[in-house]
């Protein structure tokens, strides 16, 4: 299954050729849509200067070697060298029709790879933050376009579990009782469990002085300290599932992959590449200077492995991980999707371990850099305090938000619908506002706007696929795209099914270069065409039996596109809005 451009282009890259000779055999044939075509080849304009001749000229060169006698009813050259192509509605509607009766709506099945994905990391007995949002939601958006690409996943949600910290926490928890009331806030509130145990750290010496020990059995491996360790794990876990419902990822207990896992591998990965001469000693700690990576004032930037003190760092731990993602993961793509700001430590880290033979030439490793949510004000969403918004009260809030507005407009339906679809509308929101924009761009998060049902907003692709399906509702049919042939003659009709062909281009190209933006821009000029369609074509009281069929086949066709497009970023379609 192909779009009509995957069909074209090959055949106008070949005139090309014909007509220039065998050095333009891969030229770039610069398709682009076109309001007066279905569309538009540019490449007589890009080629001209090169080749020494007028576009125009070039352009009627390129089609007396063209051959779309099956494909296009005209083939014409206009302005200084266009080249406006207008499909055959007989072509058309046979590739709708493959499309149809293609379960997977043309999206292809890609030979297989391995792709371990790092994404979300959120913190042991700490809240999870506005700052853990965009990761979460980009990551899953990639795990579920990949996996539907047929390639084997692998969520790494490489959570923040070791350190000095944890000897603080351990501590506490001793204090108030493992079982206690106190010690289950860690499930609902973890920065209250937290605070509570700064608290005491900063006022009550002794404790301090516990805390401190506590961090050398944790580091040590002492059992007590281990289980009491993994007890606060447990609980965290609790409260990292009750967020990961509420916006409806697929992260789950057995994809954590946190800092701990790679303990045992952090002394030997020193040793390595100090073997190697690729980590030096620089002042008492051991550190890894690379070409090319020089700070402000033209000294090397240090990716540190071993502290002074003997402890280790992030340098050694993502070492670590890179080095058992290739050869225990067998990776073959490894995408880390983390902030922007971690750009330099990233790049440094992949380079580190290329030289260390860690990082063969064949991985692929990709920074799908995230940036971030804004308030009004354009700086990081906080609270009035200057602290992280809190990611379960962002969710919430959208929640609500929604329940206010279908209370105003659907007041008849019943209460555990209504509920229901404000957690599907709001959630939604949410995750189509972050992955309609780049992920590597910041946005403000504004929920009125998010909201709303006319713009590019997931409401609005949302009640696209809602319409549709009241549209089966009122006839109590079920949809089925096979149910009749799709015959294609209203204009309206034909930039339906041309955006339809599109869907499975659009998803191979978000699961090569990682921008689910363009899947989102996809939907939202779906729904657009959807709706001038259903203005412009009637259905139900279409002129004959044959068109009414056919346009109920085409419904069916754009419903199941939409929805699976949503499921892919991660959304539901409720069933009516």
């Excluded at 070697?65 to 207008?86: I, K, Q, R, W």
């Excluded at 997977?104 to 042991?124: F, H, K, M, T, W």
């Excluded at 305090?385 to 969710?395: E, K, N, T, W």
């Excluded at 206010?404 to 599907?424: G, K, M």
Aim: glycine share 6%; with cysteine.
């Amino acid at each position: 299954m192909v779009a009509p451009v995957d069909v074209i282009a090959p055949k106008v890259t070949a005139a090309i050729a014909d007509a220039l000779g065998d050095e333009y055999r891969d030229v770039d044939p610069v398709l682009r849509p076109s309001q007066f075509a279905d569309v538009q080849v540019n490449a007589a304009l890009a080629l001209a200067k090169k080749v020494g001749a007028k576009p125009r000229d070039l352009a009627q060169q390129i089609v007396s070697h063209l051959d779309l006698t099956a494909e296009c009813s005209a083939v014409e050259v206009s302005g200084p060298g266009f080249l406006n192509l207008t499909f055959r509605e007989e072509w058309l509607s046979t590739l709708v029709a493959d499309l149809a009766a293609d379960p997977r709506l043309g999206v292809p099945v890609e030979e297989r790879q391995n792709i371990p994905i790092d994404y979300s990391a959120p913190n042991v007995a700490k809240e999870m933050h506005v700052g853990h949002l965009r990761t979460t939601i980009v990551g899953d958006c990639l795990a579920r376009t990949l996996e539907h690409l047929g390639h084997h996943v692998i969520r790494q949600n490489h959570v923040g579990d070791w350190g000095t910290p944890f000897g603080m926490l351990v501590e506490h928890l001793l204090a108030v009782g493992e079982d206690s009331a106190e010690a289950h806030v860690v499930e609902t509130d973890p920065n209250a469990f937290y605070q509570a145990a700064r608290a005491s750290f900063d006022s009550d010496p002794d404790f301090a002085t516990r805390s401190r020990a506590r961090v050398v059995k944790l580091q040590a491996g002492d059992p007590e300290t281990l289980r009491l360790w993994n007890r606060l794990y447990d609980l965290s876990k609790s409260y990292f599932n009750k967020v990961y419902a509420k916006l409806g990822v697929t992260l789950t207990d057995e994809d954590l992959a946190g800092e701990s896992t790679y303990n045992d591998m952090l002394p030997g990965i020193c040793a390595d590449l100090e073997d190697k001469g690729i980590a030096t000693m620089d002042d008492g700690a051991l550190v890894v200077f690379l070409p090319g990576f020089t700070g402000r004032d033209d000294r090397p930037v240090p990716l540190f492995i071993r502290k002074s003190d003997g402890g280790y760092g992030y340098g050694t731990t993502d070492m670590a991980t890179v080095k058992h993602r290739v050869e225990d993961l067998e990776a073959d793509r490894i995408l880390y999707v983390i902030g922007v700001t971690q750009s330099l430590h990233l790049a440094m880290v992949y380079e580190a371990a290329r030289r260390a033979g860690y990082l063969p030439e064949r991985v692929e490793v990709e920074h799908v850099k995230i940036g971030s949510v804004l308030g009004d004000d354009r700086k990081i969403l906080k609270t009035r305090s200057g602290a992280p918004l809190r990611l379960m009260y962002l969710l919430d809030e959208a929640v609500d938000h929604a329940r206010t507005y279908v209370d105003e407009a659907r007041p008849e339906l019943p209460e555990d619908v209504r509920a229901d679809l404000a957690r599907q509308v709001g959630i939604g929101a949410v995750k189509y506002a972050d992955l309609s924009v780049a992920h590597d761009s910041d946005y403000v998060f504004d929920l009125d706007r998010m909201l709303a049902l006319t713009g590019n907003t997931g409401p609005y692709l949302q009640y696209a696929a809602a319409r549709i399906r009241s549209i089966f509702r009122g006839i109590d049919a079920a949809p089925d795209p096979t149910a009749a042939p799709i015959t294609l003659t209203e204009p309206a009709e034909r930039d339906l099914a041309t955006r339809l062909l599109e869907f499975g281009r659009v998803v191979a190209q978000v699961g090569a270069i990682y921008e689910p933006h363009r899947l989102c821009s996809y939907l939202f000029e779906l729904a657009q065409s959807f709706s001038g369609f259903y203005e412009q074509c009637p259905v139900l009281k279409a002129e004959s039996e044959e068109v009414r069929a056919s346009r109920l086949a085409l419904c069916a066709l754009a419903l199941q596109v939409m929805v699976t497009g949503l499921d892919l970023l991660g959304m539901e379609a409720p069933e009516q809005m």
